[in-house]
């Protein structure tokens, strides 16, 4: 079996309010459309550890770490972070979860254990900024797998695929002008976090900017035109996806109109590209998707072209 499938209790009781689209239920969806696919008996499953606290300080100035920390509520209440963004009692666990399943993930592929890993945990990462939480996001869980690759296996470039529809501004911000780092992605623009843009040619940051509406074979274009001969150039060690499912087109957190066949194309662009440089390395992490359906069903389809089924 060459493909990991990670999930764990902590991040279904991490909530925000019965108003937030992120809830626990998106994971129970992704869990039972998976069951329903059939691929279960086809990959693995592991089990995470929690991320260390000098795991998040190699990301996260300790500052914040500590503001978080002292601020976790008594159960039953919120600490107010912003309007997308609260913790309830158990948000600080689930977060150090959350972030071990990355480096849970970064140890399965360089163990040779399995091939690729998809992490399914919540909460998401790529918001989150070196000095603080937004975006319903508190540790930058890709930028804390990746700054661990680094340490703990020395490699020296990587890449970060981020796929979801909004702007990953944190792991931008992480990364900005470390050239081991290659990041890509396409966002909706404008749209929140309302970032400043980069000039790509100038930058590690291949991040594309799209119109709102526009269609899934601009995406494809900008996958094809822009990512492929960076990531060619760059030839990373391991590939890391930011992996959300907010711009399939039943998705109305975004406007934009891909489909779980445009996840599976992109998957196997990835996969492809894996397998050049990265002796297939790759481990990808949720980040948002927030139409229960879609979401479910792109994850699986996101999997399907992992494990090559
Ligand atoms: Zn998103």
Known sequence: METMYITHPTSFIHEMGSFHPDTPRRLDVISDQ?????????????????????????????DYFNSLLTNIPEQGKYYFIDNDTMMNHYTFNSALYAAGSGIFG?????????????????????????????????????AIAAKYAFEQYKISKLAIIDFDVHHGNGTEEIFFNDDRVLMCSFFQHPFYPYSKLLNYKKT????????????????????????????????????????????????????????????????????????QYSEGRIVSMLEGGYNFSSLSRSVVAHIRSLAKL
């Open 34 to 62: 998976l069951l329903m696919s059939g691929l279960m008996p086809f990959i693995t499953t592991g089990y995470p550890f929690k991320a260390l606290k000098h795991d998040v300080l190699r990301v996260h100035t300790s």
């Open 106 to 142: 970064v140890n399965a592929v360089f163990s040779n254990y399995v091939k690729n890993v998809f992490c399914s945990v919540r909460p998401p990462g790529h918001h989150a900024c070196s000095n603080k939480a937004m975006g319903s996001c508190f540790f930058n869980n890709i």
């Open 204 to 275: 590690n940051m291949c991040n594309i900017p799209v119109d709102a509406y526009s269609k899934p074979s601009k995406i494809r274009e900008i996958v094809s035109e822009y990512w492929i001969p960076e990531i060619h150039k760059h030839k990373p060690e391991i590939i890391l996806i930011s992996a959300g499912f907010d711009a399939h087109r039943e998705d109305d957190m975004g406007q934009l109109f891909l489909t779980e066949s445009d996840y599976a194309w992109i998957t196997d662009k990835i996969v492809d590209l894996s397998e």
